[in-house]
Each structure stands twice: as C-alpha cells, then as structure tokens.
C-alpha cells in the first residue's frame, strides 16, 4: 500500500528547492487581479517598464524543468502501478474480480466454468444426502501457487458405502515437456516457450453403494486453459464423461442411463452420443483383463475450437453433468432396498478390486492428479471403496447372473438406438 503513495513524496521533496532571488520568489506568487483591473472582452494593458515590473525568471528553462518533472513523475507512477500488479498472480487477480463484479455470461470463460461446478456440486450434494438419509463431510482446501479445492465425502452410510463430490482448482505451469506432450492434441501451443501457466478445474463423483444390486457411477466434466501473462485465454479445451458399472445388469437401468445420455447429447449435436459412447467403450477397459469397467455412458476429451467454439462447448459439457441426477436417481432409488445374500456382496466387492485396478493403472484424471507436487491424494483417490478383494483364479459360474455381466464387459453392448438422423 505505501508503494502507491511514493510518487506524492517525492513531489513533496521539491519543496526543498529555494528560489535565488527576489524576482524568482515574486514570479511564483500568484498575482491578484480586481474585475475592474480591465474592461471585459479586452486583453490586458502592457505594463510599462519601469518600477514594479515583474520578470519572469528563465522561462525556457522552468519550461524544461516541468516538462523533465512530469514525466518523471508519469512514469514512476505507471513503474509502481505495474510492479504492484507483478507481485500478484493470475489466482489472486482473479479472486478480486469475483469479489468486485462476480461471475457473468462475460467473464472468462475459467469463472464460469468454476462457478458452475460448484454451484452443480452444491445440487448434487443436496440430492444425496436426500437419498442416503445422512451427511456428507465437507472439506475445502487451498493451494500454495492459487487455488483449492471442496472435497464433499459420505462414507458408511445408509446407502452408500461410500459417496465422494469433489470440485479441484488449479493454478500452475507448464515445463516444455508437458508442452510438448499436449501438443499432440492442441498445434496451438506455443513449442518455443519453456514454460506456460495454465488453469484446469473439474467437478469430478464416484459413489459406490451399499447394496450390490445398486450400481456404481461416475461422472466428471473438466476444464483446461493456458494463459498468458496478463491472464488471457490462448489455447483451451472441455472434456468429462460418465460411466455406469454394475454388478448386477439390469437391462432396463442400462437402457434408461443411455438414453438420458443420448437425450443429453443430442441437444447439441446427434452426432455426439454415438461417437463418444465409442469412446467411453475404448477408454474405460483394463485392457491387461479384456473387459469393460462397466457397461459405459460417454466419454469426451480435448474438445476444442476445432470441435466448436467456447461457447456452444461449454453448454454442451453443463448438459452432460446436469444430466447426471435424472440418470442415476431413479436407478438407485429402484435398487437400494432391494435383498441380497453374502455370495452376492462377494462379487460386489470382486468387481470393485476390477474398478480400482481400472482406477490406479489406466485413468489418466488419477495419473495427472498424483503426478503434481503436493497433490491432495486423499481427494484424488476418494473415487476408491472402502472394501473390494481380489481371488485367485476366480471364475464365475457358466450361465450365471455373474457370467452374463462378464460377457457384455468383454463385447460392449448398444443399449439405444445411435441413429444420428433418428
């Protein structure tokens, strides 16, 4: 704060300066004039020379002077205004717009998509604690170089065994190799820079339910920007999905998750559902197992200008995750209560060993989040449950309720009709 005051002290060091004479002292005292001096509209009478003339003391040189002092003067101002505003990173400026103008449809496009996520945190969190009957903890963490997160978890509860909704803010760099790395996706990033900074934010759920006749689901939308150094977007891309893993297939439940999906996508592009259901299907597989994590949903990443513009992506990735609720709810709401016997939990907590290994050695969300310094590992790994177990050898019976789900994970399945033109 005392850096925006130094320029007026300096102004005030002047005051040192003592006139040499007589005349200099009279030429800076403002002259006083009586409106009867001199006739209106008239210019004033030259003053004869003589006795009581005033001179004016080297006024080329108080010219220079002035000129030499303003100028200083402007640029130390525009010097201090500028290192004030280097001392403060692009997080903290930030913050001071949402606390000055808060967030609009013309903001950048980083504090929409924030002030999105959690407020569809916020949502999501209330309709579960609505279902489950208890409380989520609720956690909220900062950054060191800007940023944070909220960590919404319900565990042990009626419901769910364990539920997480989590929102993670971030401010950092890129190094050259990262850069590199990206742009085999994104041309526009600058390769000859060794560094950039970026902003990522994502909304990111897994619950996992008591009962194993419920499903498992997940759902993530995600946010990436670079910057430049006065904050402005260069290059950009949206991407999230979600996916429903099962235990227990219930056809109907498959068929209803799908086409809220579709239902979603189609509001943007027709295309769009059976390209990224293709892509749900190839991305979440362990791949060293042969099988699916689940009977899919969708799947998109790096969407950028090529795809369509900030705009319309943006709208399309908020359809995606407000589409979650009416997906999911009547599914749970059907299976929750349902009975279920000790061989059935077995198998719930055998395909839950699958989900964490999908989690730990394919996901690139996991990988990205444990691969940053002072990663938050708790929040990353809340997608895991409490319980699963891994069996020797272990095979389903040939015919069985479990073989059957087996065999869609290993031929993924077309649960709606994908027709674009339909």
Not at 98 to 122: A, C, H, Y
Not at 189 to 201: I, P
Not at 202 to 226: I, K
Request: glycine share 6%.
């Amino acid at each position: 704060m005392s850096s925006l005051f130094r320029p007026s002290l300096r102004l005030a060091q002047f005051q040192k300066i003592r006139p040499r004479s007589k005349y200099i002292s009279q030429s800076l005292r403002p002259q006083r004039r009586h409106i009867g001096d001199q006739p209106s509209g008239k210019p004033p009478r030259p003053e004869s020379r003589g006795a009581g003339r005033t001179t004016v003391w080297a006024p080329k040189t108080r010219l220079a002077v002035g000129v030499v002092f303003i100028t200083v003067l402007i640029y130390n101002m525009r010097t201090q205004e500028a290192s004030a505003m280097d001392g403060t990173t692009q997080s903290e400026r930030d913050g001071l717009t949402k606390r000055e103008n808060g967030v609009t449809e013309t903001s950048p496009m980083r504090l929409q998509m924030e002030d999105f996520i959690k407020s569809q945190q916020k949502e999501i969190v209330a309709a579960l604690e609505k279902v489950d009957g208890k409380k989520f903890r609720i956690d909220e963490w900062t950054r060191d170089n800007g940023g944070g997160g909220i960590s919404c978890v319900l565990q042990e509860g009626n419901v769910f065994e364990k539920a997480g909704v989590n929102v993670s803010i971030v401010y950092g760099t890129l190094p050259r190799p990262a850069i590199q790395q990206m742009r085999v996706n994104h041309k526009a990033l600058d390769s000859t820079v060794d560094s950039l900074d970026y902003f990522a934010a994502g909304l990111s759920m897994v619950l996992h339910p008591v009962n194993p006749m419920a499903p498992t689901v997940h759902m993530n939308v995600r946010y990436f920007e670079t910057m430049d150094e006065n904050g402005v977007a260069n290059t950009w891309w949206f991407g999230g999905g979600t996916d429903l893993t099962p235990n227990y297939l219930f056809d109907e439940d498959a068929i209803h998750f799908h086409k809220t999906l579709k239902e979603a996508c189609d509001q943007h592009d027709k295309t769009y559902y059976p390209r990224f259901k293709e892509w749900c299907d190839k991305y979440f597989v362990n791949t060293h197992r042969g099988e699916s994590r689940g009977i899919g949903g969708i799947f998109f990443d790096d969407l950028d200008e090529v795809e369509k513009d900030k705009e319309n992506t943006f709208a399309f990735t908020k359809s995606v995750a407000t589409s979650f609720l009416p997906s999911y709810i009547p599914i749970i709401e059907k299976r929750k209560d349902m009975p279920y016997t000790e061989k059935e939990q077995e198998w719930q907590r055998i395909r839950r060993g699958r989900y964490v290994e999908f989690n730990l050695l394919h996901d690139r969300g996991t990988s990205f989040g444990l691969s940053k310094a002072n990663a938050r590992v708790e929040s990353i790994l809340m997608s895991l449950p409490v319980t699963a177990s891994w069996k020797y050898m272990f095979e389903p019976e040939k015919g069985s309720r479990e073989q059957r789900l087996v065999d869609i994970l290993r031929e993924p399945k077309e649960w709606v009709s994908s027709n674009v033109y339909s």
